[in-house]
């Protein structure tokens, strides 16, 4: 009994060899790219396919986005720049005093009131 199942283990070990062998024989050779392991899989590999090129695709735009966000932050930051130098120039302008001598420099006959100014309305 005991040769019998001596026998019996070796039968199977060497049975699990073999097949072990095989597979990596068939591993080796690319078996596993065979056409029955395509229509076998046909549906798991068309879904990895869709996810890569969704993630390749939604990288490409996001990465599209952030370079227009990039663009959009440094025209936004030299219209600001601009808007205050524009401003700064208008106010030094403005003043009563450049007023007066732009009055001078033009040779406009233009005095200032001497009284205040009044609404008309009351």
Same mark, same amino acid.
């Given at each position: 009994?005991?040769?019998?199942?001596?026998?019996?283990?070796?039968?199977?070990?060497? @049975?699990?060899?073999?097949?072990?062998?095989?597979? =990596?024989?068939?591993?080796?050779?690319?078996?596993?790219?065979? $056409?029955?392991?395509?229509?076998?899989?046909? $549906?798991?590999?068309?879904?990895?396919?869709?996810?890569?090129?969704?993630?390749?695709?939604?990288?490409?735009?996001?990465?599209?986005?952030?370079?227009?966000?990039?663009?959009?932050?440094?025209?936004?930051?030299?219209?600001?720049?601009?808007? =205050?130098?524009?401003? @700064?120039?208008?106010?030094?302008?403005?003043?009563?005093?450049?007023?007066?001598?732009?009055?001078?420099?033009?040779?406009?006959?233009?005095?200032?009131?001497?009284?205040?100014?009044?609404?008309?309305?009351?």
């Amino acid at each position: 009994m005991d040769t019998k199942e001596t026998k019996d283990k070796t039968t199977i070990l060497n @049975s699990v060899f073999e097949n072990g062998v095989n597979e =990596l024989k068939t591993i080796s050779e690319f078996g596993f790219l065979s $056409k029955d392991f395509f229509l076998e899989n046909i $549906k798991t590999i068309g879904v990895v396919l869709l996810l890569v090129l969704i993630s390749t695709s939604n990288r490409y735009t996001c990465q599209k986005q952030v370079a227009e966000i990039e663009k959009l932050k440094k025209e936004l930051k030299d219209t600001r720049f601009e808007s =205050l130098t524009r401003s @700064s120039e208008l106010i030094g302008v403005s003043r009563p005093s450049q007023v007066k001598q732009l009055i001078k420099r033009h040779g406009i006959d233009i005095t200032e009131a001497d009284k205040p100014a009044y609404n008309l309305n009351e």
